[in-house]
């Protein structure tokens, strides 16, 4: 039973252009939602992350926006570059836990030059 | 130090064997998780220890033991594992100080790649 549904599956841009990725999310028992981006034989790597009081956070070239009322929230990466090229996983913690996240199914991410 | 540190990074072990998997951080993370992560596939949780105590068990097969001797060490112990197990291992830890706390600092090692053969 998949809680986190993330889209697309993969995705092709060019240099200087705009990555986005969506996930929703069904159980309302989440309190906190990182993303990561993880590079082929690392871990995964904190990208950023938003409470679900806040609509958007913006970090560099990355960019969290949430919709608590359609259970929804996506990355928008600007400038996208080659070294962005990569999987990204968006991630719900879920509450009185421990931490325990539940993690999207991935989005590769392939940047051209 | 900002670090989760796995060792070993890669490990090949017959279905007979037994082996461990270590993870060490230095953050004064207070809460430290295993998951396992198959190829194209996200982490999926399999531990979590909070204060040095297991919190949580995501019904895994007895042939993973894990163990946290203190509050920076935590092992996965391995025994007759199967074929199936073959994944990369990742050990992770946050401020999580329990439950109704929000943690940050969720940090994540790289990893030991398994092969079970």
């Known amino acids: 039973q998949q809680q986190v549904k993330q889209s697309p599956q993969s995705l092709i841009v060019q240099k200087g252009g705009i990555s986005i990725i969506n996930c929703a999310y069904e159980n309302t028992a989440f309190d906190y939602f990182p993303w990561y981006q993880q590079f082929p034989g690392k871990g995964p790597a904190l990208l950023i992350a938003?409470?679900?009081?806040?609509s958007e956070k913006k970090e560099g070239r990355f960019t969290i926006s949430f919709n608590k009322s359609a259970k929804q929230f996506s990355l928008h990466i600007m400038d996208s570059q080659p070294g962005d090229s990569a999987t990204y996983f968006c991630a719900a913690r879920v509450t009185d836990s421990w931490g325990k996240l539940q993690f999207g199914a991935g989005t590769q991410v392939v940047v051209t030059p | 130090d900002t670090e989760v540190t796995q060792t070993p990074k890669h490990l090949v072990m017959g279905m007979t064997n037994k082996k461990s998997l270590k993870c060490e951080q230095h953050m004064g993370h207070r809460a430290m998780y295993w998951y396992k992560q198959k190829a194209k596939k996200p982490p999926e949780l399999m531990f979590v220890y909070s204060y040095e105590k297991l919190s949580i068990n995501e019904s895994v097969p007895s042939r993973f033991s894990p163990e946290c001797p203190n509050s920076s060490l935590l092992n996965l112990h391995l025994h007759a594992l199967q074929p199936e197990d073959s994944a990369l291992y990742l050990c992770?830890?946050?401020?999580?100080?329990?439950?109704?706390?929000?943690?940050?600092?969720?940090?994540f090692g790289s990893g030991t790649r398994l092969t079970v053969v």
């Open positions: 938003i409470r679900p009081d806040v």
């Open positions: 992770a830890s946050s401020q999580e100080g329990g439950r109704g706390q929000v943690g940050y600092g969720y940090t």
